[in-house]
Protein backbone atom coordinates (compact mmCIF):
# COMPACT_ATOMS: atom_id res chain seq x y z
CA UNK A 1 0.00 0.00 0.00
CA UNK A 2 2.57 2.97 -1.14
CA UNK A 3 2.10 6.08 0.28
CA UNK A 4 -1.26 4.50 2.47
CA UNK A 5 -0.20 6.46 5.36
CA UNK A 6 0.37 9.45 3.95
CA UNK A 7 -2.82 9.36 2.59
CA UNK A 8 -4.50 8.18 5.99
CA UNK A 9 -3.19 11.35 7.49
CA UNK A 10 -4.18 13.77 4.83
CA UNK A 11 -7.60 12.09 4.74
CA UNK A 12 -10.55 13.57 6.75
CA UNK A 13 -12.77 10.36 7.66
CA UNK A 14 -16.24 10.76 8.79
CA UNK A 15 -17.27 9.84 12.37
CA UNK A 16 -18.19 6.49 11.07
CA UNK A 17 -15.10 5.81 9.05
CA UNK A 18 -13.19 6.94 12.42
CA UNK A 19 -15.50 4.48 14.37
CA UNK A 20 -15.03 1.53 11.76
CA UNK A 21 -10.91 2.38 12.19
CA UNK A 22 -10.95 2.64 15.48
CA UNK A 23 -12.51 -0.65 16.16
CA UNK A 24 -10.35 -2.21 13.62
CA UNK A 25 -6.92 -0.88 15.38
CA UNK A 26 -8.22 -2.65 18.92
CA UNK A 27 -8.22 -5.79 17.19
CA UNK A 28 -5.29 -5.09 14.65
CA UNK A 29 -3.22 -4.18 18.20
CA UNK A 30 -4.81 -6.93 20.78
CA UNK A 31 -1.97 -9.00 22.03
CA UNK A 32 -2.09 -12.50 22.43
CA UNK A 33 -3.66 -13.99 25.51
CA UNK A 34 -0.95 -14.86 28.47
CA UNK A 35 -1.14 -18.66 29.20
CA UNK A 36 0.64 -20.28 31.29
CA UNK A 37 1.60 -23.27 29.90
CA UNK A 38 1.47 -22.30 26.61
CA UNK A 39 2.39 -25.04 23.15
CA UNK A 40 3.02 -24.77 20.24
CA UNK A 41 -0.87 -25.59 19.33
CA UNK A 42 -2.19 -23.61 21.53
CA UNK A 43 0.09 -20.75 20.11
CA UNK A 44 -1.21 -21.12 16.68
CA UNK A 45 -4.17 -20.93 17.63
CA UNK A 46 -4.15 -18.10 19.64
CA UNK A 47 -2.48 -16.36 16.61
CA UNK A 48 -5.36 -17.52 13.83
CA UNK A 49 -8.09 -16.35 16.18
CA UNK A 50 -6.31 -12.75 16.47
CA UNK A 51 -6.79 -12.34 12.73
CA UNK A 52 -9.90 -14.07 12.49
CA UNK A 53 -11.34 -11.57 14.90
CA UNK A 54 -9.25 -9.01 12.91
CA UNK A 55 -11.32 -10.67 9.46
CA UNK A 56 -14.81 -10.60 11.65
CA UNK A 57 -14.67 -6.87 12.86
CA UNK A 58 -13.93 -5.67 9.69
CA UNK A 59 -16.86 -7.63 7.98
CA UNK A 60 -18.98 -6.57 10.79
CA UNK A 61 -18.48 -2.60 9.91
CA UNK A 62 -18.48 -3.41 5.86
CA UNK A 63 -21.74 -5.24 6.35
CA UNK A 64 -23.70 -2.15 8.87
CA UNK A 65 -23.59 0.15 5.93
CA UNK A 66 -22.79 2.92 7.59
CA UNK A 67 -19.30 4.26 6.26
CA UNK A 68 -18.19 6.18 3.11
CA UNK A 69 -17.44 4.55 -0.21
CA UNK A 70 -13.39 4.78 0.10
CA UNK A 71 -13.51 3.30 3.64
CA UNK A 72 -16.01 0.38 2.40
CA UNK A 73 -13.42 -0.01 -0.66
CA UNK A 74 -10.44 -0.34 2.20
CA UNK A 75 -12.67 -2.52 4.62
CA UNK A 76 -12.95 -5.10 1.62
CA UNK A 77 -9.55 -4.88 0.85
CA UNK A 78 -8.67 -5.89 4.48
CA UNK A 79 -11.53 -8.83 4.58
CA UNK A 80 -9.91 -10.42 1.27
CA UNK A 81 -6.63 -10.07 2.44
CA UNK A 82 -7.76 -11.84 5.40
CA UNK A 83 -10.37 -14.61 3.64
CA UNK A 84 -8.20 -17.88 4.82
CA UNK A 85 -8.69 -16.86 8.52
CA UNK A 86 -12.58 -17.45 8.37
CA UNK A 87 -13.02 -20.20 9.63
CA UNK A 88 -9.76 -20.91 11.36
CA UNK A 89 -9.38 -21.93 14.15
CA UNK A 90 -13.08 -22.25 15.34
CA UNK A 91 -15.26 -22.17 12.67
CA UNK A 92 -19.10 -21.00 13.50
CA UNK A 93 -20.93 -23.74 14.18
CA UNK A 94 -23.57 -25.40 12.07
CA UNK A 95 -24.78 -24.01 9.18
CA UNK A 96 -23.18 -20.28 10.71
CA UNK A 97 -22.20 -18.34 7.82
CA UNK A 98 -21.09 -17.64 5.29
CA UNK A 99 -19.16 -20.53 4.87
CA UNK A 100 -16.80 -21.02 2.22
CA UNK A 101 -14.49 -24.43 0.99
CA UNK A 102 -11.13 -24.88 0.33
CA UNK A 103 -12.00 -23.69 -2.96
CA UNK A 104 -12.00 -19.96 -1.83
CA UNK A 105 -8.71 -20.20 -0.18
CA UNK A 106 -4.71 -19.77 -1.41
CA UNK A 107 -3.45 -23.69 -1.47
CA UNK A 108 -1.35 -24.21 1.36
CA UNK A 109 2.41 -25.70 1.52
CA UNK A 110 2.63 -29.06 1.90
CA UNK A 111 1.48 -30.83 5.09
CA UNK A 112 0.07 -27.37 6.20
CA UNK A 113 -3.66 -27.81 8.00
CA UNK A 114 -3.85 -24.10 8.93
CA UNK A 115 -4.11 -20.74 6.88
CA UNK A 116 -0.38 -19.50 6.60
CA UNK A 117 -0.19 -17.19 9.69
CA UNK A 118 3.22 -15.83 8.95
CA UNK A 119 2.21 -14.11 6.35
CA UNK A 120 -1.32 -12.38 7.81
CA UNK A 121 0.79 -11.20 10.20
CA UNK A 122 3.49 -9.54 8.14
CA UNK A 123 0.36 -7.66 6.93
CA UNK A 124 -0.15 -6.47 10.39
CA UNK A 125 2.40 -3.46 10.77
CA UNK A 126 1.43 -1.31 7.80
CA UNK A 127 -2.15 -2.01 8.20
CA UNK A 128 -1.75 -0.56 12.08
CA UNK A 129 -0.38 2.39 10.90
CA UNK A 130 -2.97 3.24 8.72
CA UNK A 131 -6.10 2.87 10.97
CA UNK A 132 -3.73 4.26 13.03
CA UNK A 133 -3.99 7.33 11.05
CA UNK A 134 -7.21 7.24 10.49
CA UNK A 135 -8.82 6.43 13.67
CA UNK A 136 -7.13 9.60 15.25
CA UNK A 137 -6.84 13.09 14.49
CA UNK A 138 -6.14 14.61 11.61
CA UNK A 139 -2.84 17.12 11.84
CA UNK A 140 -3.16 20.90 11.23
CA UNK A 141 -2.18 22.05 8.18
CA UNK A 142 -3.05 19.28 5.56
CA UNK A 143 -4.53 19.37 2.35
CA UNK A 144 -7.63 17.44 2.77
CA UNK A 145 -7.59 14.34 0.11
CA UNK A 146 -11.07 11.90 -0.63
CA UNK A 147 -9.44 9.06 -2.20
CA UNK A 148 -11.76 7.51 -5.26
CA UNK A 149 -13.50 4.53 -4.35
CA UNK A 150 -13.31 3.54 -8.05
CA UNK A 151 -16.89 0.96 -9.31
CA UNK A 152 -16.34 -2.23 -10.81
CA UNK A 153 -18.33 -4.67 -12.57
CA UNK A 154 -18.21 -8.71 -12.22
CA UNK A 155 -19.63 -11.84 -13.77
CA UNK A 156 -19.96 -14.34 -11.29
CA UNK A 157 -20.91 -18.03 -12.16
CA UNK A 158 -22.49 -19.41 -8.77
CA UNK A 159 -25.00 -18.97 -6.17
CA UNK A 160 -25.53 -16.11 -3.46
CA UNK A 161 -26.65 -17.38 0.06
CA UNK A 162 -28.59 -14.80 2.57
CA UNK A 163 -28.01 -15.67 6.59
CA UNK A 164 -29.70 -14.86 9.12
CA UNK A 165 -28.81 -15.61 12.62
CA UNK A 166 -32.86 -15.36 14.43
CA UNK A 167 -31.79 -16.20 17.65
CA UNK A 168 -28.89 -17.15 19.76
CA UNK A 169 -27.27 -19.70 18.16
CA UNK A 170 -29.63 -20.53 15.51
CA UNK A 171 -28.71 -19.94 12.43
CA UNK A 172 -30.46 -19.40 8.60
CA UNK A 173 -29.40 -19.92 5.00
CA UNK A 174 -31.26 -19.05 2.22
CA UNK A 175 -30.55 -19.44 -1.91
CA UNK A 176 -30.81 -15.70 -3.41
CA UNK A 177 -33.42 -15.90 -6.55
CA UNK A 178 -33.77 -14.17 -9.50
CA UNK A 179 -37.03 -11.59 -8.72
CA UNK A 180 -38.26 -12.18 -12.24
CA UNK A 181 -37.39 -16.08 -13.43
CA UNK A 182 -36.18 -17.75 -9.99
CA UNK A 183 -32.85 -18.42 -11.48
CA UNK A 184 -30.14 -18.63 -8.58
CA UNK A 185 -27.35 -19.85 -10.47
CA UNK A 186 -26.55 -16.95 -12.85
CA UNK A 187 -23.65 -16.17 -14.18
CA UNK A 188 -24.58 -12.63 -12.54
CA UNK A 189 -23.39 -9.40 -13.49
CA UNK A 190 -22.27 -7.48 -10.67
CA UNK A 191 -22.27 -3.93 -10.01
CA UNK A 192 -20.68 -2.13 -6.97
CA UNK A 193 -20.64 1.53 -6.48
CA UNK A 194 -19.58 1.03 -2.75
CA UNK A 195 -23.01 1.99 -2.26
CA UNK A 196 -24.97 -0.53 -3.36
CA UNK A 197 -24.31 -3.90 -4.62
CA UNK A 198 -26.50 -4.66 -8.40
CA UNK A 199 -27.10 -8.04 -9.23
CA UNK A 200 -28.08 -8.34 -13.05
CA UNK A 201 -29.57 -12.11 -13.91
CA UNK A 202 -29.08 -13.87 -17.61
CA UNK A 203 -32.87 -13.14 -18.25
CA UNK A 204 -32.66 -9.35 -17.90
CA UNK A 205 -34.20 -8.50 -14.46
CA UNK A 206 -31.77 -6.18 -12.39
CA UNK A 207 -32.26 -5.72 -8.90
CA UNK A 208 -30.10 -4.04 -5.71
CA UNK A 209 -32.76 -5.34 -3.28
CA UNK A 210 -31.62 -8.78 -2.76
CA UNK A 211 -31.05 -8.63 0.88
CA UNK A 212 -27.74 -9.58 0.49
CA UNK A 213 -25.32 -8.56 3.32
CA UNK A 214 -21.85 -7.01 1.28
CA UNK A 215 -19.91 -9.53 2.24
CA UNK A 216 -22.28 -12.37 1.22
CA UNK A 217 -21.70 -10.89 -2.26
CA UNK A 218 -18.06 -9.77 -2.29
CA UNK A 219 -16.30 -12.35 -0.44
CA UNK A 220 -17.53 -15.36 -2.75
CA UNK A 221 -16.00 -13.46 -5.68
CA UNK A 222 -12.58 -14.39 -4.55
CA UNK A 223 -13.28 -17.40 -6.97
CA UNK A 224 -14.44 -15.72 -9.97
CA UNK A 225 -10.08 -13.78 -10.01
Request: proline share 12%; with cysteine; hydrophobic share 40%.
Amino acid sequence: MPGSRRLAREWRPAASDAEAAAAVLARLTAPLPTRRAATARTSATDRDRRLQRILRTTLHHLDAGAVSPPTAALLAAVARALLPWHTHPNPPAAAAAPRYGTSHKPPLPDGMALPPTEAGEALLPELIDLFTALAGPCPTGTVSITPQAVPWQVSYAGRFRRHGRPAPGVWTAETFGCPACGGTAGPWTVTCDWRLITLGCPCGAVTHEHGLAFSEVWLPLAEAD
